[in-house]
């Protein structure tokens, strides 16, 4: 395969927290190269170091040593206007907390990305509709936060991480806040984006269903990756997975 072909590339990758007299190594040493197209996992108890990974990947934090390219651009080589300028187009997140601007409607939370964009209001707010609908919401555009499901509002969330076209979504534990039935809406939900919007999924999650999805699952402990598998070479029996939490 082509270099060009992965989206995502972490070389070398280290991570060390200093907290008072103790250095804490979140991440050390990490290598991982992410295709375009794939719905990739990244699982691990807690502490492992998956959700620091994920935020070196979104560039939500910097690195102590290594690197992280996307689509081959060397995140540490950009200025911080150039950094925005690439996660408002190139990235789109989802996080657990839903993340949503409480006193904006479901449509205002999903146009804002756009109008940071440049997009013209108009246009926005077509886009917008148009993107609730695909997620199942145009009858709620009007609603706030507070007026919507748990998973309504991560639906909401799924929409405005679409909302520049992305290359890629990272979604942070999407379903740690939803009961089982709508967590499992939104693992659906996330797999059709990443079938027909052909965006690159990378989630990292303790959520077993989201195997089921995956292309391939990334397995994280102590900051270094255990394995990597293909979903076609993964037999989980729920509740046995050494060291996970439920």
């Known amino acids: 395969m082509s270099v060009y072909e992965y989206i995502v590339r972490t070389k070398d990758l280290s991570k060390v927290y200093t907290m008072g007299d103790v250095q804490v190594r979140a991440l050390d040493d990490v290598a991982l190269d992410i295709r375009r197209g794939e719905y990739v996992s990244i699982m691990g108890p807690s502490g492992s170091g998956k959700s620091t990974l994920f935020n070196m990947i979104g560039g939500l934090d910097k690195p102590t040593q290594g690197t992280v390219f996307i689509d081959e651009v060397d995140m540490a080589q950009l200025t911080a206007q150039e950094l925005a300028f690439l996660r408002c187009r190139k990235i789109g997140y989802i996080f657990q907390t839903f993340n949503l601007i409480p006193v904006m409607t479901a449509l205002e939370n999903?146009?804002?990305?756009?109008?940071?964009?440049?997009?013209?209001?108009?246009?926005?707010?077509?886009?917008?509709?148009?993107?609730?609908?695909?997620?199942?919401?145009?009858?709620?555009?009007?609603?706030?936060?507070?007026?919507?499901?748990?998973?309504?509002?991560?639906?909401?969330?799924?929409?405005?991480?679409?909302?520049?076209?992305?290359?890629?979504?990272?979604?942070?534990?999407?379903?740690?806040?939803?009961?089982?039935?709508?967590?499992?809406?939104?693992?659906?939900?996330?797999?059709?984006?990443?079938?027909?919007?052909?965006?690159?999924?990378?989630?990292?999650?303790?959520?077993?269903?989201?195997?089921?999805v995956s292309d391939r699952v990334v397995w994280i402990r102590d900051g270094q990756i255990e394995r990597i598998e293909e979903r076609a070479d993964i037999e989980v029996q729920v509740g046995q997975m050494e060291g996970e939490e439920h």
Do not use: C
């Open 110 to 212: 999903v146009t804002l990305p756009m109008v940071f964009a440049g997009l013209t209001t108009d246009d926005a707010m077509d886009k917008g509709a148009e993107l609730l609908k695909t997620v199942g919401l145009e009858g709620r555009r009007d609603h706030k936060p507070t007026e919507l499901s748990g998973g309504q509002q991560q639906r909401v969330a799924t929409a405005r991480a679409l909302a520049n076209d992305p290359a890629i979504i990272l979604a942070d534990e999407p379903t740690g806040n939803l009961d089982l039935r709508t967590g499992k809406e939104i693992i659906d939900l996330l797999k059709r984006m990443n079938e027909e919007k052909k965006v690159t999924v990378i989630s990292a999650t303790h959520d077993l269903k989201m195997i089921d």
